[in-house]
């Protein structure tokens, strides 16, 4: 790796490489990144058209980060800018109830002291936390004062999860069970599910898969929040929500999900058309299979 990035840097070119989620990283991996990383350092030459860009939550890194971490930080020739991300703070909450709500900052005030207080201004549960409250109606329009309304007591004994990755999980299990079933097959295909893909899968009628609850369960799930929908994708809200349903599967389960559908795909696939052929075709396949089925 550390050869090809070089001849590409050698003929004037300009390379990014982008990571995130560092902090799952194996040691194999981490050891790549700190060679690639010492490789291109001693590159005078071009060393200053490269960038390595990691992300990583910092309250989840293991020892072996820390040491591939700490030896970069003394080489000579690697420059690292650290850049930290901090907690919202009151005020950041504040502003984005304002937002939200169109209220003025005096009724907001307690407000957002409680949802700072139950969240520690960590961003994605201060989202999940005020989802939640209107999921479960503890904050309503009231048309009478023409605004969003809420009542302090119940607000003030509000009982939340330890941690994020609680409540996610406590969301998940308000969903309906098709809801749910629908979510841990969309989790097997990674954070991003494109339309094309949905399209096939739901001909799969395999009961591990159950294709037919998948298209009336996207609402509920973009709803809910844990699923954004655009015109060709279907996206987890947060990489957190989708590791929460694919580690919530039974191993044994999410085996088979995976067998099933690799052996739907396979079933409508072309082998021997080139790649952006068999895509297009197995779609044909299946809709000339209905129709035959349908007369």
Known sequence: LSSLLGAILSVGRQV????????WSDSTTLSLINEVMISM????????????????RDDEVTGTFTIRYDSLQRSKNVNITS????????????EMIMSEL???????????????????GHALFVVQLLNSLVRDNIVVYNPTKHRYDW????????????????LIISNFKKLPPEALSSLRVLSCFGMDIHESTIQRIIRC??????????IPSLPILVDAGILESSEAMTTFA???????????????????????????LGSIATLDAPIEDRLSNSNRECDDKEKKGAL
């Open 16 to 23: 990014m490489i982008y990571c995130d989620d560092l902090q």
């Open 41 to 56: 350092s001693r590159l005078p030459d071009t060393r200053n058209r490269f960038l390595f860009v990691g992300m990583y």
């Open 83 to 94: 850049i930290h991300l901090p907690s919202m703070s009151k005020d950041d909450i504040t």
């Open 102 to 120: 169109r209220l003025p900052k005096r009724i907001i005030l307690h407000f957002s002291d409680v949802i700072h207080k139950k969240t520690s």
């Open 151 to 166: 009542d302090r007591k119940q607000l003030n004994e509000l009982q939340t999860c330890d941690s994020v990755a609680s």
């Open 205 to 214: 009628s395999d009961t591990y898969v159950c294709g037919d609850d998948i």
């Open 238 to 264: 947060h990489d957190m929500m989708r590791q929460k349903v694919y580690d919530g599967i039974p191993n044994d389960k999410r085996q088979q999900i995976h067998l099933s559908i690799g052996l739907f």
